[in-house]
């Protein structure tokens, strides 16, 4: 007998990019990798990760114009770098999220 498997792979953006459904722990609702993959945190409400979908799609929108991009330890934008460990990363004021809260779905 078969069946169905439900996959957490939400849908595709431009340029074949997964939005993906997981558990990314307490106080995250999303994260655009430099590969344009979007994860977002599967325990938000419908309404929470629909916002996360449109604010990830910024960063996302970042990274291809090149703007935005990191590895481990700086966040590289617009020609500057952020010691990630000196940051809390998704703050409303750094450069890139202040960008991605003003074009954000509010619902």
Do not use: C, F
């Not at 609702?29 to 993959?37: A, M, S």
């Amino acid at each position: 007998m078969a069946y169905k498997m439900k996959s957490n792979v939400e849908g595709l953006l431009a340029g074949n990019s997964p939005i993906i459904k997981k558990d990314l722990g307490p106080n995250v609702h999303g994260e655009t990798h430099n590969d344009g993959t979007i994860y977002i945190n599967n325990r938000l409400s419908p309404v929470q990760q629909k916002i996360a979908v449109s604010h990830e799609k910024v960063h996302k929108h970042q990274i291809d114009r090149g703007d935005l991009s990191y590895d481990d330890n700086y966040v590289y934008w617009k020609g500057n770098k952020y010691p990630r460990k000196s940051m809390k990363e998704g703050a409303k004021n750094l450069p890139w999220e202040k960008e991605a809260y003003n074009k954000q779905k509010k619902k």
